[in-house]
């Protein structure tokens, strides 16, 4: 469904990605594992639009989407959960909800979707009039994978859902991931620091370290690694 290959990105004069490639199919959870600094956000917003690709290219369910707008990409389906949450903080769950269905008029299909938004996240509805801000971390990111979720993807993309997160809720959040993808068939991208919880969810993984790929296999052999 998503195919990287060769990208090369820079920050000015500093390369940050020395071309990377990776294959994400269809249904499956991929992930991309390595230390700070190492690339794998950089990769999701190369992936996303939201920088620039200097060199190779980016093909997502067989078209090139090489440098495409955000906007445009969300509208394919393709949807990226950003790293640190970015809930909007003024406003209430339940409106930042409405926002990741900014694309849509189908108003069942909304009313369904925010149905099923409760029904793997159920603290979200317990929180539907309180504002986003004022919730803690992981119910904030909670919200920023339901809120993805609203835009109906085919391809979830997310960056490092277990960072400042109570380990309790971490658990949580990544047994309703392996849910959404199983229950939904959302192909899914995992860009994670916790290399062992990341490699139990996924089938496939690649390890980046300072903008290359040193290593990749199925996720078993990499945890025996």
Do not use: W
């Not at 108003?107 to 996240?121: L, M, N, R, S």
């Amino acid at each position: 469904m998503l195919e990287v290959k060769g990208l090369e990105v820079s920050y000015g004069s500093i390369k940050a990605l020395h071309g990377v490639s990776l294959k994400v199919p269809e249904k499956s959870i991929v992930t991309l594992i390595g230390a700070n600094g190492a690339g794998k956000s950089t990769t999701l917003r190369a992936i996303s639009g939201l920088i620039n690709v200097r060199g190779g290219s980016v093909t997502y369910d067989g078209q090139d989407i090489t440098n495409l707008a955000a906007h445009q990409l969300v509208a394919r389906g393709l949807c990226h959960v950003p790293e640190g949450r970015m809930v909007f903080a003024n406003l209430t769950v339940d409106e930042n909800l409405r926002m990741g269905a900014y694309l849509r008029n189908d108003k069942t299909g909304i009313a369904e979707d925010v149905d099923y938004c409760f029904h793997i996240f159920p603290r979200l509805k317990e929180r539907l009039t309180q504002a986003a801000g004022t919730m803690s971390g992981g119910e904030q990111q909670m919200l920023a994978i339901a809120r993805a979720l609203m835009s109906k993807p085919r391809c979830l993309m997310l960056d490092e859902p277990s960072l400042g997160i109570a380990p309790m809720l971490v658990r949580s959040i990544f047994e309703q991931i392996v849910a959404i993808n199983k229950e939904r068939g959302i192909t899914v991208l995992l860009v994670e620091q916790n290399a062992n919880l990341a490699l139990q969810v996924s089938q496939y993984g690649y390890v980046l370290e300072t903008g290359s790929v040193l290593l990749e296999d199925t996720s078993e052999s990499l945890r025996k690694n």
